[in-house]
């Protein structure tokens, strides 16, 4: 699984979670915030991402993450640490 | 706005009362998005507290901010609660509504997550957003409900969305409890405060007294379902407690 797998399927939960999004082509350098996403959105974005890569990264090392490219590393790493 | 009780601290908590008879209290935590921390709970007591010492208020409408009705426990409280020091207050918050001596209108424009939406369940007219989010998140803390949530929910939302809830700790929107619950409304988030306030005029055409009556009868179900439930949920939790990972999951999991 590698990183431009986990950026389409993150921004496909995007663009089906979050309400009133108009943009198609989302900017992976932006947080969802600038989307507007709710906290409760940005969960639910992580949670069902997780779930479809079969992958567990705990919120508290979420937290930190500043934009969506480093969700994609966070879920991209959990996913090598799984493959060992 | 004006709080008839000093306890009530105005940052968190607003008491509004009209001359037609309604009370509005105001959860309105900004920074804090609503979360059950000691000082909310205290403020959000000491306002239906007030309320029961203002003799001509016929109708409470209970409501949040436009994003977040209530958020439910902080981490603080949930990490007080894995160390054993369960703040009985905070658990016990949904009795505020039941036992209100007048009837209590939800007007949940906001999220609300895990004890925020057990509070709101409690009311005796419920609102929601349709695309806002409502969940019963505790098994995600490695926490079996509580609040009353695990008898209370099934009774309001139906059995099967409830399990489901408690189950899965995932979160639905408004518009998915639409048809299948005893939601009063489901409506868009900017009509949820206005048809609240119609309710409430309608409830306050009729007499405090026979108000009073009604509410006392129609809440003691609930009331004697919310003590059971209290009772199992406590024991419950003590079992949980004994699981030295559930202070690790609430770490773990807890989304700042």
Redesign the interface.
Known sequence: MDRAEILSVIKRNILEIV?DIDESDLDPQKSMKDYGA???D???VV?SSMRELRVKV???E??SIENIDGLVDALHAAALQKAL | MAGLNNDVDPRLIAVEHSDDGVTTIQMCDVDGRNGLSEEFVRSLKSAFHSVEQTPHVKAIILCGLQDAFCSGATRNTLEKISDGNVPLEELSLPALLLNAQVPVIAAMEGDAVGGGFALGLAADIILMAEKSRYGLNFVEFGLTPGMGATRIAPLVLGQAIAHELMYTAEFRRGRDFRGHSSINYVLPKDEVMAKAKDVAARITSHSRSTLQLLKTNLAAERCAVFKHAREMETAMHRVCLEDRLTAERIRRNYAE
């Open positions: 309400e709710t906290s409760l940005i969960v639910e949670s705990p919120r508290s979420l937290n």
